[in-house]
């Protein structure tokens, strides 16, 4: 539906948009209580994590690949990290 104009790709859109601003806003959440670092990309964390849960789908539920909870896990791991406060 990508290239296709109509109620589904607006619903599918709304959807992800959805899913993409309330990602960002927890990331958001948690710069402000000092958690994560003040100058986070908020904005970059939401669609990393969509990625990262994006590819955790098609290699668990299309190649049946029983460690791709494991690296799913690793990458939002990774991520918060990589963003996090220096204490």
Known sequence: F???PGKVKEQVKKHLSDLHNTLARAYELTVEN???DKNADTQLMAQETFS???AYHLYKKTLNDNKA???FQKSIQ???E???TTI
Do not use: A, P, Q, V
């Open 52 to 54: 990262y849960i994006l």
């Open 2 to 4: 990508d290239d296709r």
């Open 78 to 80: 990774l991520l918060i």
């Open 82 to 84: 990589r963003n996090s």
């Open 69 to 71: 909870k494991g690296r």
């Open 34 to 36: 000092g958690e994560l």
